[in-house]
């Protein structure tokens, strides 16, 4: 692999495949093959991911574009994006109530599984905990859960029906009604996205809720470019968020950092510490903001502790990645010598 620090306009640590097209990339290791990487005798390997993250930054985004903005300025963008018709008025609220509808959503709950009930209506909602129901397998290895972020993130980045129901494996007709109820649910999406077309097409800068600026060169009436843009200050700051939060940890001399992913960060501590260092990491991870109004803002995190990188399994990877729950139980696995290599075997 290589890794590039200016490969990506979002600030994200960018990985490329080998220049020998013989392996893929540190970032995007196959599920399956994870396992292969192990901690160093007397580690614990720890992975400090954001939950929701780049949902949460697109409520932050609306939070801190519309909570002071008039209802003259919130039918402007509605009717650009299309929700209000030319001379139509909005009537709904405005303020808290319009500006941190998705937000609060983030906040309250389990948003993708929200999203799952929207999409997948025909699933037995109320037989068990919803959850469970969005957890089951939908396509090969993929849930329901699963696809249907990828819908709330494709609806999020302007992304068109026909190409969202290929990815989430759903009949076109079922994205376009899913995407209605999702923007009527939150309004403040559809709105949000038309302020940051105006904002492309007016100043070519872009400045996300961390202070990284972007400046567009392209033909900025290109979808393409748009869609870029639409993109940029969410994932952005997803990556400053990853990037203060790895840099924290390296400073801490408690901590390996290993490997730096797309919005998480693994790294590997003395394993008798583990009870002291992965809460103590969990706070060097977060990149706490102050939005408009004095609300607090950061994205939550989540820990998954492990002897090896795959993922955890009762029979088949006892020791892999397992999610932390204030103890590591599990004492480090012997390490399998080398057997003898005899005369016969050469």
Request: aromatic share 10%; glycine share 8%.
């Amino acid at each position: 692999t290589s890794l590039s620090l200016a490969g990506t306009k979002t600030g994200r640590l960018a990985s490329s495949y080998s220049a020998f097209c013989t392996a893929t990339n540190q970032q995007n290791i196959v599920g399956a093959l994870k396992y292969i990487f192990v901690a160093d005798d007397g580690k614990l390997m720890v992975n400090i991911d954001l939950e929701q993250a780049d949902s949460r930054n697109v409520g932050a985004l609306c939070w801190n574009t519309f909570v002071d903005m008039p209802r003259a300025g919130i039918t402007k963008y509605l009717r650009l994006a299309g929700r209000l018709r030319p001379n139509e008025e909005w009537t709904g609220p405005i303020g808290p109530e319009f500006a941190g509808s998705y937000l609060d959503a983030c906040e309250s709950g389990d948003l993708h599984t929200t999203v799952t009930k929207m999409a997948y209506t025909e699933l037995p909602w109320g037989t068990m905990e919803d959850r469970a129901i969005a957890d089951l397998i939908a396509y090969r290895e993929e849930s329901y859960r699963k696809l249907s972020k990828k819908l709330g993130h494709g609806s999020n980045y302007m992304g068109q029906p026909p190409q969202m129901a290929l990815h989430a494996k759903l009949p076109v007709r079922q994205v376009v009604d899913f995407q209605e109820a999702y923007f009527t649910a939150f309004p403040c999406i559809p709105a949000w996205q038309a302020y940051q077309i105006e904002q492309l097409q007016t100043t070519r800068q872009l400045t996300h809720l961390y202070g990284r600026r972007r400046t567009f060169f392209e033909d900025t009436k290109q979808q393409s470019v748009i869609n870029a843009a639409i993109a940029y200050s969410p994932q952005g700051m997803t990556g400053s968020q990853v990037n203060i939060g790895i840099l924290n940890v390296w400073r801490d001399p408690a901590f390996e950092v290993m490997l730096q992913v797309h919005d998480s960060n693994l790294f590997q501590i003395d394993w008798r510490q583990s009870a002291e260092l992965v809460p103590r990491s969990l706070k060097l991870m977060e990149a706490p903001i102050t939005l408009k109004h004095g609300r607090k803002f950061f994205v939550p995190l989540e820990a998954e502790t492990g002897y090896n990188y795959g993922y955890y399994h009762k029979d088949k990877n006892p020791y892999g990645m397992k999610t932390w729950k204030g103890e590591e139980l599990r004492s480090p696995p012997r390490k399998l010598m080398p057997r003898k290599v005899g005369l016969l075997d050469m």
